[in-house]
């Protein structure tokens, strides 16, 4: 069972159009992450999120962490073919001495000029 | 240049032939962890570090061990491959808020082991 759940799982759209990827849990995590990986490449961190009901902007990008800590969003506005990637989020969650990170399983976008 | 490096990239061995996977990184990160990366399964976490001499389990740590004897590395240890283990691994290294949750994670350029 895939503890974060996004949505949609592939995405094709049209340069100029805008998009919202989805990261879905029943549980509470201490943060959340967003990354944005390259084929054949390490993921790289685009933001993270800490506080229920953040939002956090990256010139195009609008991330938003849900009231309850336990789903966010990432929007991208106006997407271009340098948007091209499979992007993944990421909870973190303390329980006791763990400090676990789970990973959804991404979204990958694909930006056509 | 702040950086995660792993070695080797690729890597072709035989089952059951002990190897290791280095880690390395050079940002004073107390937080490293190590995951894999499979089509359809994503990226799974298999051992995490909090600080030197403290490592924990993540979701598939069955067949792996690490050590953390220095902050900076962090190696994978695999001491009887198997096909199944046949992945794409990255390490990744972390600063940390709110008692020792991995806040902004740096992830290595991956290494990419076949297991025949």
């Known amino acids: 069972t895939q503890l974060l759940e996004q949505s949609p799982q592939f995405l094709s759209i049209q340069e100029g159009e805008n998009l919202t990827v989805y990261c879905n849990s029943s549980?509470?995590?201490?943060?959340l992450q967003w990354y944005r990986q390259e084929p054949g490449e390490g993921p790289v961190l685009l933001v993270t999120?800490?506080?229920?009901?953040e939002v956090k902007k990256l010139k195009r990008l609008t991330f938003q962490f849900g009231d309850a800590r336990k789903d966010s969003s990432l929007h991208i506005t106006a997407a271009q073919p340098g948007d091209t990637g499979l992007y993944l989020c990421a909870g973190a969650q303390r329980s006791g001495s763990a400090r676990q990170l789970t990973f959804g399983s991404g979204t990958q976008l694909t930006v056509l000029p | 240049e702040a950086q995660v490096t792993q070695n080797p990239r690729y890597l072709i061995t035989v089952t059951g032939k002990k190897l290791t996977v280095t880690c390395s990184q050079n940002?004073?990160?107390?937080?490293m962890s190590w995951y894999r990366q499979d089509p359809g399964l994503g990226l799974r976490q298999i051992y995490y570090s909090m600080n030197v001499e403290v490592t924990d389990k993540g979701d598939v740590p069955e067949g792996y061990k690490v050590s953390r004897k220095e902050k900076r590395n962090f190696p994978l240890i695999l001491e009887s491959p198997s096909p199944n283990q046949t992945s794409l691994y990255f390490c990744?290294?972390?600063?940390?808020?709110?008692?020792?949750?991995?806040?902004?994670?740096?992830f290595g350029p991956g290494t990419r082991l076949t297991v025949t």
């Open positions: 999120v800490v506080t229920g009901g």
């Open positions: 549980s509470v995590f201490s943060s």
């Open positions: 940002m004073n990160h107390e937080y």
């Open positions: 990744a290294s972390s600063s940390t808020r709110l008692a020792g949750v991995p806040y902004e994670q740096y």
